[in-house]
């Protein structure tokens, strides 16, 4: 890898914690892996420049800015690294089309926009 090299004192309780959690999150390779995204995330989530999300993209009607937990930004970032999501609102639609709209609910509102042809239906005559 490219760049350059800097070395960080940890406590030895704080290496403890890095390498109980590296043990459970096999998607970060090794500790300067966990320390680049961790600090990166870090960065983005406490000081993000003014007006990067408008410039990345148009606003739209639907278009919502949320400052993601650090941890789960990082997630979010290994699995578009391993190919699961093409980006991170990629990840986030369908972490939210998972939580909101259930089985119970698209039938929900079938049988709403339904009732609502036939009511028009009824009308039209």
């Given at each position: 890898?490219?760049?350059?090299?800097?070395?960080?004192?940890?406590?030895?309780?704080?290496?403890?914690?890095?390498?109980?959690?590296?043990?459970?999150?096999?998607?970060?390779?090794?500790?300067?892996?966990?320390?680049?995204?961790?600090?990166?995330?870090?960065?983005?989530?406490?000081?993000?420049?003014?007006?990067?999300?408008?410039?990345?993209?148009?606003?739209?009607?639907?278009?919502?800015?949320?400052?993601?937990?650090?941890?789960?930004?990082?997630?979010?970032?290994?699995?578009?690294?391993a190919g699961?999501?093409?980006?991170?609102?990629?990840?986030?639609?369908?972490?939210?089309?998972?939580?909101?709209?259930?089985?119970?609910?698209?039938e929900r509102?079938l049988q709403?926009?339904?009732?609502?042809?036939?009511?028009?239906?009824?009308?039209?005559?």
């Amino acid at each position: 890898m490219d760049g350059e090299r800097i070395s960080l004192r940890l406590e030895p309780e704080d290496l403890r914690m890095l390498d109980g959690f590296l043990e459970e999150h096999p998607e970060f390779s090794n500790r300067s892996h966990l320390a680049r995204l961790a600090i990166r995330a870090f960065i983005e989530q406490n000081e993000a420049p003014e007006g990067i999300a408008s410039e990345r993209r148009p606003a739209k009607g639907n278009a919502v800015t949320i400052d993601v937990p650090a941890l789960a930004y990082m997630t979010i970032e290994s699995f578009i690294r391993a190919g699961v999501y093409n980006s991170m609102e990629d990840a986030v639609v369908e972490c939210l089309r998972e939580k909101f709209i259930t089985k119970e609910t698209k039938e929900r509102i079938l049988q709403q926009q339904a009732e609502s042809v036939r009511g028009l239906e009824v009308l039209d005559r």
